[in-house]
C-alpha cells in the first residue's frame, strides 16, 4: 500500500516573482510573519533587496559541525516561541530561520555560527527574554543586500556553491559587498513536504 501526501496548492501552483520597489508576503511565506523588503533590482544571478530594521532571537553555536548547528538550533528556537523564555509566552512560529556563517568558515569542519528567527513584529520592541546563556537579541538596523534565492533540500555542498557563484558574479561586476560574514536562510525543515526556499544573502557595503 503506497502513502497518499496532500500539499498546498500555493506549494505547487504559485511562483515567487520579484516586485521592484514594493514588498509583498511571498508565497513562500505561507503567512508567516518574516523579514520586510523591497526587491530594488534584480537579475537572472540574484536580488537587490532593501530589508527593513528587524529584530531576532538568536542561538550562538559553538565548536559544531553546520547541520548540527542547524538542528540544534531549529530544536531550540522552536523552544522559546513555544514558551521557554523568561515571561513563558507563547508566540506564533517565523520565518525564515537564518544561519549566519563567517567567509572563512569551512562548511565541513566544525565551527562557529548563529542561528536565529526574526521575532513576530508584535514582540520586537518588548521580546520576551531568552533563558538559556547562549541566547540573545538582536536588533539589525536598515541592510541593503545581493539575495540568491534556489530551492531543494540544501547541504553544506550546495551553500557553497550558491555562495561561490554569487560572489563570482559580484565580483565580476565589480560591486562591493561585506566578505567577513553571509547569510543562509531556509523557509521548511529537509523533512518537510513543503516547497523548500532557500536564500543565500550576501550584504552590500553600499547605504543605497
Not at 534584480?42 to 538542528?71: G, H, L
Not at 521557554?84 to 549566519?100: A, D, F
Not at 534565492?149 to 559580484?170: D, I, P, Y
Amino acid at each position: 500500500m503506497g502513502l497518499c501526501f496532500t500539499r498546498d496548492k500555493n506549494d505547487v501552483e504559485d511562483v515567487d516573482e520579484p516586485e521592484e520597489g514594493v514588498f509583498r508576503k511571498p508565497v513562500h511565506y505561507r503567512g508567516r510573519e518574516g523579514p520586510r523588503y523591497k526587491v530594488l533590482n534584480f537579475t537572472r544571478d540574484y536580488e537587490y533587496r532593501q530589508y527593513e530594521p528587524s529584530t531576532w532571537i538568536c542561538v550562538r553555536m559553538n565548536d559544531i559541525e553546520y547541520k548540527k548547528a542547524i538542528s540544534k538550533g531549529e530544536s531550540t528556537l522552536a523552544k522559546y516561541f513555544d514558551g521557554n523564555n523568561g515571561p513563558e509566552k507563547s508566540m506564533t512560529l517565523t520565518c525564515p530561520l537564518r544561519i549566519h556563517v563567517e567567509f572563512r568558515q569551512d562548511l565541513d569542519e566544525p565551527g562557529y555560527f548563529v542561528v536565529s528567527r526574526h521575532l513576530p513584529y508584535e514582540n520586537c520592541s518588548r521580546p520576551p527574554a531568552p533563558t538559556q546563556t547562549n541566547m540573545f537579541i538582536q536588533d539589525y538596523p536598515q541592510q541593503f543586500a545581493y539575495v540568491s534565492v534556489f530551492e531543494g533540500v540544501t547541504g553544506e555542498n550546495e551553500v557553497k556553491a550558491k555562495l561561490k557563484a554569487l560572489t563570482k558574479v559580484l565580483e565580476n561586476e565589480g560591486v562591493d559587498f561585506e566578505d567577513t560574514d553571509y547569510f543562509v536562510t531556509k523557509f521548511e525543515n529537509n523533512l518537510s513536504l513543503k516547497r523548500k526556499v532557500n536564500e543565500v544573502i550576501v550584504v552590500s557595503e553600499s547605504s543605497e
